[in-house]
């Protein structure tokens, strides 16, 4: 995977999936964790970005995706368990093969082994009442752009 660490410094380069169904998006974290992120993982050494994605969704809840399309490219700077994070993320508007086997209305856990993950779906209308991250999510996600957009985010305040 394609992660550096440099101190308490890390670079990560991770694909994200934007999978919206019936009106909802679904969404993970880890186990313990107080704020929700799209799914997606970091790429693997010569792997397309859009690859990723499926090989990451069939780890964590075991579904085929397709990816339709590419939204945002995103450089983000923020703090995770007691890390610094530089990260390049490519987010891809995709479907999963059959969405209708997750409950919409609870909780339910994502089958990878290294992670404990829970996944949601979220009503788009409901996301303002979430703690959503990266924060550009909560209106982006109810305004698809049309064509790639490029978004930075800059939690640390440095640069």
Known sequence: MLKFDQGSARFNFRSVAVVIHDNHVLLHRAVGDSFWALPGGRVEFFENSDATLNRELL?????????????WYVENF????????????????????????????????????????????????????????????QHGLVNLPMETKFIKVNELNVG
């Not at 780890?59 to 939204?71: A, C």
């Not at 089958?111 to 990266?134: A, G, Y």
Request: a negative charge; glycine letters at 2%.
């Open 59 to 71: 780890e964590e809840l075991g579904v085929e995706i397709v990816v339709k399309r590419h939204l």
């Open 78 to 137: 923020f703090e995770y368990s007691n890390k610094q994070f530089h990260e390049i993320a490519n987010y891809f508007l995709a479907q999963l093969s059959e969405p209708n086997q997750f409950p919409m209305e609870e909780v339910f856990c994502g089958i990878e082994e290294e992670v404990d993950l829970e996944f949601k779906w979220c009503s788009l209308t409901d996301l303002s009442s979430i703690e959503l991250k990266p924060t550009f999510l």
